[in-house]
């Protein structure tokens, strides 16, 4: 479980996933993968991992995304793909990229992102170091319970499910039938099933945890208008931590603030939300 | 000061600043003012509402902007520039959106949004409201200081000041010479010179304030990665309170995150930004 094993050909079920081969100038095809599909579509951060893996190939001195922020527009079904990407600004250091993915005539997902070397904006950047945010405290891995051993049902809806390892405290349970804490914080272990994390997976891991409304009491979908990621440092190999909190829930709609946090402590990346709060 | 002293035309300064004119199916001509200019640039909170008027124009049944995203390109100028929008959906009660801002043949600002009538939103939404966040507290506006009482020096480098009426603790006016709290957070008491905050001039507001790193002393220009705006409320007439915070400067760069509270002490908008940290 979670221990790094890859197929026969050396390549991760991730990144086999998210796959993608240039078809003209622009544009690159890509094959959605039937176990990303949540309940009605397919699961928004796979298919802004899917988007990045098209514009790093696209852009190699700038293979890292950023910042990215994403609009969907229809919900994605698994097959065929088209990522169409136009380059907005190309500095030394840094992209400013459109990438859209459509599947035939429908527009599934228009994002905006900013793309550079991670690594060189780091190795170039104001040494100081201050996060006032603060690591989530969870309990050992083996006293939380594991998502993908929700009955047949759940990950029926849910195939995402085995995906990944998500490691949740059993009080935190909430979307196998659970009340809720009430507080509009929820956090879990999280590690994909046979690779570790790098900045394009962390796109899928900042939007995996099922939206923080559950802990209010309010199951369901709770349809996203916009979603906005920060990736900050490459994550270190192994477990990462993640939590969703909302502290505006308001007018029929809640912000969702996402943080990810690698094994050495670091939080290595942000997101936030705006989405609809579930039909009553 | 702040009296609601619209021009004789009737028309307050903020929206013949903002003011757009349709030139063809999908442009729209606007004038970028001198007196919003910060440094080297155009405020690009102004800019926003400048963009955000112009699709209000264009989608009528969608007047108002809901959620934003922008991406700065390049250093925008006083002057002519033009409104190009790009509607990716709209569907019965939202409009998804991607308008950009030209001066020349010079991008200035990619932005997408989500466009909606706030009123019909909330008049359909689920009534349950559930804020955690916490009005800031503010000395009473006599005790604290007005920004536009800035050095001339300093207000021919921001014109900008004499745009609005910010008021600010007197320990926490950093860009006059302060030292900053160091501990990330700031606010201020804030009101357009001649008329109410709706949700256009919102997307102003949300990026009015001088970045935290001032807070931090980092003193000088942050050059925003990507900014993203949510306007969950229409303001109540009268003074807003504005606060930045960052939580996770890394990496040479951070997050900063504004809130806007009416004078209802209603949370109505919400920004984050990825930011650079100024130069050492």
């Known amino acids: 479980m979670g221990e790094s094993a890859q197929s026969a050909s050396g390549q991760a079920e991730f990144d086999r996933d998210i796959d993608v081969r240039r078809t003209d ?24 991992s899917v988007i990045a893996n098209a514009v790093s190939q696209h852009l190699p001195r700038h293979p890292d995304p950023i910042v990215v922020s994403a609009f969907y527009t229809s919900a994605s079904v698994p097959g065929a793909a088209q990522v169409r990407i136009d380059v907005k600004r190309d500095s030394g250091s840094l992209a400013i990229v459109s990438a859209e993915l459509w599947q035939g005539d429908d527009l599934r997902l228009t994002t905006t992102a900013t793309y550079a070397d991670l690594d060189g904006l780091h190795a170039k950047a104001n040494p100081l170091e201050r996060v006032t945010l603060i690591e989530p405290e969870l309990p050992p891995r083996e006293e939380c319970v594991v998502t993908h051993s929700a009955p047949d049902e759940v990950k029926s809806f849910v195939p995402m499910l085995e995906r990944f390892d998500m490691l949740v405290p059993p009080e935190q349970f909430v979307w196998a039938g659970g009340e809720g804490s009430g507080k509009g914080t929820f956090s879990a272990w999280f590690r994909l099933k046979d690779r570790d994390a790098d900045p394009i997976s962390l796109l ?12 209010l009491g309010m199951p369901g979908w709770a349809p996203t208008l916009e979603l906005t990621c920060h990736v900050r440092h490459k994550p270190a190999p192994g477990w990462l931590k993640v939590t969703h909190t909302s502290r505006n829930l308001s007018g029929g709609m809640f912000e969702e603030d996402c943080e990810v946090w690698d094994s050495e402590g670091r939080l290595v990346g942000q997101a936030r939300q705006l989405a609809r709060v579930p039909r009553a």
Do not use: F, I, K, M
């Open 25 to 48: 100038a622009t544009t690159y095809a890509a094959d959605l993968a039937p176990g990303w599909v949540v309940g009605g579509g397919v699961n928004g951060g796979y298919l802004l």
């Open 204 to 215: 899928q891991v900042l939007d995996a945890l099922p939206p923080v409304t559950y802990d």
